[in-house]
């Protein structure tokens, strides 16, 4: 399993979090309320589903300072 896959299974439930929040505040807050109860189910499972490429887009992001760290540390000194 590579550290990618794995960092995205990690930040996968924070970033599905995050859009059901955005997308639950969308639907309540706004005149869509009047159809929460058709629209909520929507908003579950776009929020599933569109959080697996979120958090796979997200994961080299999170590597970035220790993939740096690692190149300066292995730079020959001058």
Same mark, same amino acid.
Request: proline fraction near 7%; hydrophobic fraction near 60%; charge should be positive.
């Given at each position: 399993?590579?550290?990618? #896959?794995?960092?995205s299974? &990690?930040?996968? +439930?924070?970033?599905?979090a995050? @859009? !059901? $929040?955005v $997308?639950? %505040? #969308? %639907?309540l807050?706004?005149? @869509?309320?009047? &159809?929460?109860m +058709? @629209?909520?189910? *929507?908003?579950?499972c776009?929020?599933? %589903? &569109?959080?697996?490429?979120?958090? *796979?887009? #997200?994961a ?5 300072? !220790? #993939? ?6 292995? @730079?020959?000194?001058?």
């Open positions: 399993m590579s550290i990618r #896959l794995q960092i299974i &990690l930040i996968y +439930t924070m970033v599905q995050v @859009l !059901f $929040g $997308g639950t %505040v #969308l %639907v807050a706004t005149p @869509l309320s009047a &159809l929460a +058709t @629209l909520m189910p *929507w908003v579950i776009v929020s599933a %589903v &569109l959080s697996a490429p979120l958090s *796979w887009m #997200l080299p992001r999170l590597r970035a300072r !220790f #993939l740096r760290q690692t190149a300066r540390s292995s @730079l020959p000194a001058e």
